[in-house]
C-alpha cells in the first residue's frame, strides 16, 4: 500500500522518534510511506479552544494537502495520534460546513474515511498483529482518552504489543482513568490535572514497568514529566517505537531519572 503519513504538531516539533517510528515499521512490513510537506497543524489545538472560527484555515491546509487520499492516490493516511485522528474525524468537516465552505467538507469527510490511527491502520486495514518486532523490557499501556472513547480502539494496540517477541506486558491499574493533561485542560485546571497525574503515576510505578506507552505522545509527554519529577525510573516511548523496535535494530530504553543517566539499549 501507499500510506501517507500525517506527523502531528507535538511529535514534528518535540518528538520525532514516533513518526520516524511509524515510517520504519511501515516500511519493514513492505509499504510505501510519503510525507506530504505542506502539512501542519490540524486544527483540534484551535476548535478545542473555542476558536473555530481561526480553526478554517488549518484545516483547509490539513484537507487540502491529504486530498490525494480521497482520489485514489494514496491507500490511507496513518497518523500516531488517537486525538488527532479523532480530530481529522469528528471536527474538520464540521468547521468547513459552519464556514460554509460544503465542498471542501466534503472532501474532509473523504480524507476522514481513509484516516486511520497506527493500531487500527495496523489490526483493520492492513491485517496483521505480528509486526515482527522484539522489544526485552517490562511495559505498561495507557489508553488515552480520544483513543479509548473518541475512537474506540479499544484492544487493538494490546493485541500488537502481546504480540511482540520477548514483551513483559503488564496491566496497568485503572488504565482508563485519564492522566489529566487534555490539551489545554492542564493549563487552564492545573491543579485538578496534577491531582488526576499523581493518580497515574502512582499506578504506572505499581506495575514495575520499566516503560510506560501509548498511542499519543501528548499524554506521554504529560505522564513522562510526572515520573521524571517523581524519579520514578520509568521511561516513556510510543507504541510504533516499540513495534518498530526488532533484533537488528532496536530500540532505546527511554532515558529515565532514577540516579542514572545512561540511555540504555535493548540488548
Not at 479523532?86 to 465552505?101: E, K, N
Not at 504506572?204 to 515520573?227: K, N, Q, W, Y
Not at 510510543?238 to 529515565?256: N, V
Amino acid at each position: 500500500m501507499r500510506i501517507a503519513l500525517a506527523a502531528t504538531c507535538i511529535a514534528d516539533t518535540l518528538f520525532p522518534g514516533a513518526p520516524r517510528a511509524t515510517v520504519r515499521l511501515l516500511e519493514r512490513l513492505g509499504h510505501d510511506v510519503v510525507f506530504p510537506r505542506s502539512q501542519a497543524c490540524c486544527g483540534q489545538m484551535h476548535i478545542n479552544t473555542g476558536y473555530v472560527d481561526e480553526a478554517v484555515p488549518v484545516v483547509r491546509n490539513h484537507v487540502q494537502t491529504f486530498a490525494p487520499v480521497a482520489d485514489g492516490e494514496w491507500d490511507a493516511v496513518v497518523i500516531p495520534s488517537g486525538s488527532c485522528t479523532g480530530s481529522v474525524r469528528h471536527q474538520q468537516a464540521m468547521v468547513c460546513r459552519r464556514a460554509g465552505l460544503d465542498d471542501l467538507a466534503a472532501t474532509a469527510d473523504a480524507v476522514a474515511a481513509k484516516t486511520y490511527e497506527l493500531s487500527e491502520l495496523l489490526v483493520d486495514v492492513l491485517g496483521v498483529t505480528d509486526v515482527g518486532a522484539w522489544f526485552p523490557h517490562r511495559v505498561t499501556y495507557h489508553p488515552t482518552c480520544h483513543s479509548l472513547r473518541m475512537l474506540g480502539v479499544g484492544e487493538r494496540p494490546l493485541r500488537l504489543l502481546r504480540a511482540v517477541e520477548d514483551i513483559d506486558l503488564v496491566e496497568l491499574p485503572e488504565a482508563e482513568s485519564c492522566c489529566g493533561f487534555g490539551g489545554t485542560f492542564a493549563l487552564k485546571n492545573a491543579d485538578t490535572s496534577a491531582a488526576m497525574l499523581v493518580d497515574k503515576t502512582a499506578n504506572v510505578r505499581g506495575t514495575g514497568a520499566e516503560v510506560l506507552t501509548a498511542g499519543d505522545m501528548s499524554c506521554l509527554m504529560h505522564i513522562g514529566g510526572g515520573l521524571s519529577r517523581e524519579r520514578a525510573g520509568v521511561g516513556t516511548l510510543h507504541l510504533a517505537e516499540i513495534l518498530a523496535s526488532t533484533r537488528s535494530e532496536p530500540t532505546a530504553l527511554p532515558r529515565a531519572r532514577s540516579g542514572a543517566d545512561s540511555v540504555e539499549v535493548a540488548r
